[in-house]
DNA sequence: GTGAAAGCGCTAACAC
DNA sequence: GTGTTAGCGCTTTCAC
C-alpha cells in the first residue's frame, strides 16, 4: 500500500507537488506534473481517503435512513439519489431501520463522527434532539426529508400530495360505478398512509357516501397482512365491489388473495394500487395504479441536498411532486348485483 | 463539533486517558474512568471516524459490488449481510455496478484508499490485476465471492450447486409429463445461467429428450426480455407445455405475458421460477420455484469475511448450499394435446 | 495509572 | 512553481 511519500520520493518532488498534480494540477509545471502522473498511473496510487477526509474535515458519503430500505418501491428512489450522489463524489450507505428509532438515530449519529456528510431521511421524525429556540435548520447537518415527512417546518422535504393522490385514485373506482369501495391501508404510524386515507375520506364524502370502518383495514405494507385485510374485506356484509389498497405490492398480495378465494379481478371486484412499482405492469391482471415519480424525488432529494453539502444553509422548502393514475386492467366497472 | 482534547480538559486528564476510557477502561482508575465518562453522555461525544480509522488503519465498511444491487433476490441476501455486518460494528455499502466492470473496479478501489476493509463480491470476475505466480489469497484483500462464482481457484466462495438445483426443477417438470419445456434464462455472462442451463441440458438428456435449441431463450433477468421470450416460446411449432424461468422475476413476467395471450397457467402452460422471492407466494397462481437459501447465503459470506477481516488469511473454501424445490400452484400436469 | 509525544496520510498556508 | 511545515483527531508506545 503505496502512499504519497512514495510517489514523491520516487518523482523527485515534495509530497505537497504530488497533491497538488491531483487537486490543482495548474499549480503544477508540465515537466513534475507528467513524471508524478507516471509513476501515480504505473503504482495505482489512490490517495487515502482517510486521510484526505480527516485534513479537509469530509467523508464524502451520504447516508439514507430508511424503514424498508429495499423495497420494490424504494428501489428507483434510492437508485436516482445513488446515481447523483456518484457523480458528485459522493457514495451512498442504506440505512435501513426495520422501523426501529434508535437504528434512525445511530445512522443519524455517522454524520456527528463524520462518517457521513449528510442525510437523506424517509421516516416521519427527526434522529436528533433538537432546541426548540433556535432554528432548525441552524442546527441540523445537510439533510433532506422525503416520502415520510417530519410534521414540523423548517425542513427541506420532498413528496408529493397523498391525499390528493388518494383521492384522485378513489374518484376514478367512483367514476367506475363503484359505491362501496375497501381499503387496505399501511400502518397509521406512517404520515403517508394517514394523508391517503384522508383522501379517501374526502373523496368519498363529497360523492355522498357515508365512511364505514368496517372496510377500513389497517396493515403494515406487508404481504401477509394484505391477504388477511383482503379475506376481511369480502367476508363483509355487503362486500366492497373495489379495494383500494395502498401499496403495489400489497395491491398483488390482494388479487392473489381474491382469486384463491375464486374471486376475479376486475369481474367480480375492481383493485387500485399505490406507486406503480415496476412489477404493476408485469403482474395477472396488471394493475391500475396511483403513480408516485419515484425517480424525480430522488432527484429533487439531491438537489436539495447538495447545495447544502457545499456550505449552503438548508433550504425551508417542501417540493411536492406529480402522481399519476395509471390505469390498466385490474379495475373495471361495479358488477350489478 | 467537540472532540478528544475538549473532553479532556474538562475532565482535567490528557486526550491519552479520554481514548483509554473508551478502547481499554481496565487500564484507568475508577475515579477518572467516571468522570470521563459522565461527560461523555453529557455532552454526547462520539469518536470522530475519520481519526480513528486513520491512526487504526481501518474504515470499519464493507463494500458489497453487486451488478444490480437492490432486485427482489439480492433483498434478503443484503439484509442478512447488513445485519451481520452491524453487529460486528462495520457498515454496508451497497456498490451497484449495473454490470459496469469500470464500476466494479472502482468499488473495489475503496478498499486501496481505505474507504472500506473488506468485500463481497457478487460478480464473476475480480476486479484487481493479480499476479498469477502469487497465491491469490496472499495478494487479496478481506473478500468472500458469492452467487456470481470467479471462474478460479484459491477464493472463498458461497453458492449453491445451481446447475443441481436446475436438474431437480426441470425432474420435477418431467415428472409431471412434460416432455417440451422451455427455457427463459437470464444473460449468459452470468456463471450461474450457464450452470442452470448445463443441469437443465443434464436433466433432459437422462429423460432421453433431445435438446432444443429453439426453446431456449437467452434474456436478462429484466421484466421486457422475458416478455419477449415467453411470446416467442408460445409462438414455436410444437408449443412447450412447461416454461422453466431462471428467476422468479421473470416466471410472474411470463405468467403475466401467458394470460395476457389467453392461455391459461398451469392449464395450458406450466411456469416454474428460480429463487422464491417474497412475492412467489403472492402472485397469481402462486409460483412453483427453486428456492435458494437467500438469508444462509448472507450469513455464510460474513462467517468467511469476518475471520479475514480479523487479520486470518483467505480461507480457500467453497461453501455450496441447499436449495429446494417449493411446489406452488403455477405448475399442473402436461396437457394432452 | 497516567501523560507526553509521535505519527497515521494528507492538504494548505506560508515562505521562498 | 515548489518545498517546508503544521496540523486535522485519534491511539499507542514509552517514560515516569
Known amino acids: 500500500m503505496t502512499g504519497i511519500r512514495e510517489i514523491a520520493i520516487e518523482a523527485e518532488v515534495s509530497p505537497a507537488t504530488v497533491s497538488r498534480v491531483l487537486r490543482n494540477p495548474e499549480l503544477v509545471s508540465e515537466e513534475k506534473r507528467l513524471r508524478v502522473m507516471e509513476i501515480i498511473n504505473r503504482t495505482g496510487y489512490t490517495p487515502n481517503s482517510l486521510g484526505v477526509g480527516l485534513r479537509k474535515a469530509k467523508s464524502n458519503r451520504l447516508v439514507a435512513i430508511i424503514p424498508d430500505a429495499i423495497s420494490a418501491f424504494n428501489y428507483p428512489v434510492i437508485r436516482a439519489i445513488e446515481s447523483i450522489a456518484l457523480e458528485h463524489g459522493y457514495s451512498l450507505l442504506l440505512g435501513d431501520t426495520q422501523e426501529m ?8 449519529a455517522m454524520v456527528r ?15 436528533f434532539d433538537v432546541e426548540p429556540s433556535i432554528p432548525l435548520s441552524e442546527q441540523l447537518p445537510p439533510l433532506v426529508n422525503a416520502c415520510e415527512l417530519v410534521p414540523i417546518n423548517g425542513l427541506a422535504q420532498v413528496d408529493i400530495d397523498n391525499a390528493l393522490a388518494a383521492e384522485d385514485g378513489v374518484n376514478y373506482l367512483l367514476s367506475l360505478g363503484h359505491k362501496r369501495i375497501g381499503v387496505v391501508a399501511g400502518n397509521l404510524t406512517s404520515p403517508s398512509t394517514r394523508n391517503r386515507l384522508e383522501g379517501y375520506r374526502r373523496a368519498i364524502h363529497k360523492a355522498g357516501i357515508a365512511y364505514d370502518d368496517s372496510i377500513v383495514k389497517v ?14 374485506l369480502i367476508q363483509c356484509p355487503n ?99
Open 113 to 127: 463522527s463524520r462518517q457521513a456528510d449528510g442525510i437523506l431521511l424517509f421516516c416521519p421524525r427527526l434522529p
Open 239 to 337: 362486500r366492497p365491489t373495489a379495494i383500494f389498497a395502498f401499496s403495489d405490492e400489497m395491491a398483488l398480495s390482494c388479487i392473489s388473495t381474491l382469486y384463491k378465494q375464486q374471486l376475479q379481478v376486475p369481474r367480480d371486484i375492481s383493485v387500485l394500487g399505490f406507486d406503480n412499482i415496476s412489477y404493476a405492469n408485469y403482474c395477472n391482471p396488471a394493475l391500475t395504479t396511483v403513480a408516485q415519480p419515484m425517480a424525480d424525488i430522488g432527484k429533487v432529494c439531491m438537489e436539495l441536498l447538495l447545495p447544502q453539502l457545499n456550505g449552503e444553509p438548508m433550504p425551508v422548502i417542501k417540493r411536492v411532486l406529480k402522481h399519476e393514475l395509471i390505469v390498466r386492467a385490474s379495475t373495471g366497472p361495479a358488477p350489478t348485483r
Open 219 to 232: 396493515g403494515d405494507y406487508g404481504l401477509e397482512k394484505a391477504e388477511r385485510a383482503t379475506l376481511d
Open 101 to 108: 428509532v434508535s437504528r434512525e438515530r445511530s445512522f443519524a
